[in-house]
């Protein structure tokens, strides 16, 4: 047929996936005319279990570089899916276009392959196991669009790939999607992900996975009720700090949003997402009450305040390894807003200086510093300065005090040192 040859020959890489549905459209048309099983050897069309090849002991092997189109539902019964190198496994719509197989076992994958295999516009629903790729013989790559997985208690495993790109498609009272070994990068957008209810993971890294590039899931939709895990990432998961990245991603459903790794680790980016605690990096520290006074021993020479603070239990990524003292735990360097306001008694007219004392500068950062006299009663009130810091990991902030009118000490009795991050 000359519209099937003209499919075969068009470089779709660069006319776009449009016209591939366009010219689809028109040799559905002739299907509808002509009958099923239609092709040029380099596409089939498949609109019953015939149009594929013959299964042998209940294997029907896919042939190397070429395109099956499905075009209705397909039952295997009971027969599975292999294949022999780089091939598709497209639909005409994932409304339309359904693949089942009435009899498979529960733990057998609907389709096993050791190469790249491209899913579009198919369905799959109502077994057990879906796939098994393993990319440890031949480069692998799996770019999967408009995909649905439907009342599947397995999607299945892979086990290394270059890449996963998985968009516009649904998990539908599905779950059990478990990647293992080295993979490059797991893209997951513009999907929705909805779990049976039942025990287990939607989505599953496992302790052997190691994310060369990213995990990230964006502008996707995760409900999990019940006993259902959203998303299992392995304490052990070997991934870049700040690579695991959920980025307007809406949880809902009850259950287990995330497990393993979470918020607090330096490997979390979770940033616009609802129903989870967002990344942050934070630090608060305060002191009420203090009396021990800080031993000014030289006039205009910065000393650290003394006394006894307390984290808060807000903080995040930053910690207090001793009192009077934030340090940064991010390993992403960025920019801070740091604040403090503080209370003291001195003597009186005595004028004292305060600043933050940077680590990374090694001094007191110059336009922090803030002067404050004492009153008549050698007090002082609400004395406040800021500043901003770009730090990373290991860098720290303290509160330092003077007197630049002689060397007599202070009592900073209340302190609120707070350091934001800056989007």
Request: proline share 1%; net charge neutral; hydrophobic share 40%.
């Amino acid at each position: 047929m000359i519209v099937q040859e003209s499919l075969v020959n068009k470089n779709y890489n660069a006319i776009g996936m449009d016209e591939v549905a366009r010219d689809i459209e028109s040799i559905i048309a002739n299907i509808n005319a002509s009958g099923s099983g239609l092709g040029t050897g380099d596409v089939i069309f498949v609109s019953s279990l015939s149009d594929f090849p013959t299964a042998v002991g209940g294997v029907i092997t896919l042939a190397s570089n070429v395109t099956y189109i499905v075009t209705t539902t397909v039952d295997l019964l009971g027969s599975r899916l292999t294949t022999s190198g780089v091939c598709n496994l497209f639909g005409t719509s994932s409304e339309t276009s359904f693949l089942t197989s009435t009899g498979l076992g529960a733990s057998t994958p609907l389709i096993t392959s050791i190469y790249t295999i491209v899913l579009e516009r198919i369905s799959f629903k109502d077994i057990g196991t879906c796939f098994s790729i393993d990319g440890n013989t031949n480069l692998v790559a799996l770019d999967w669009k408009a995909v649905n997985f439907i009342n599947i208690p397995n999607v299945g495993v892979i086990n290394k790939c270059d890449n996963f790109i998985f968009d516009t498609s649904s998990f539908l009272g599905s779950e059990g999607l478990r990647f293992t070994g080295s993979i490059g990068t797991i893209g997951l957008n513009n999907s929705l992900f909805r779990g049976s209810g039942g025990a287990g993971n939607i989505i599953e890294l496992d302790a052997s996975c190691v994310i060369t590039r990213r995990f990230r899931m964006i502008y996707s939709s995760v409900i999990a009720s019940s006993s259902t895990v959203g998303i299992n990432v392995n304490a052990s998961v070997t991934i870049t700090d700040e690579r695991y990245i959920l980025d307007t991603v809406n949880f809902s459903g009850g259950g287990t949003y995330l497990s393993g790794i979470g918020v607090t680790s330096n490997k979390a980016l979770f940033i616009n997402s609802v129903g989870i605690t967002n990344s942050a990096v934070n630090g608060q520290i305060y002191m009420q009450g203090n009396a021990t006074a800080t031993t000014i021993g030289t006039q205009n020479t910065f000393v650290k305040v003394a006394g006894t603070t307390t984290a808060s239990v807000d903080n995040s990524k930053y910690l207090m390894p001793q009192n009077n003292r934030l340090t940064n735990d991010a390993t992403i360097t960025r920019k801070y807003l740091i604040q403090c306001v503080l209370s003291f008694n001195g003597t009186s007219s005595d004028v004292y200086q305060f600043g933050f004392f940077d680590s990374k500068l090694g001094a007191i950062r110059t336009p922090s510093k803030t002067k404050a006299t004492a009153n008549a009663a050698g007090r002082a009130e609400n004395v406040s300065f800021s500043c901003v810091v770009s730090h990373v990991a290991g860098d720290y902030l303290e509160i330092h005090v003077t007197n630049t009118s002689a060397s007599r000490n202070a009592t900073i009795d209340a302190i609120n040192f707070i350091v934001t991050e800056i989007k």
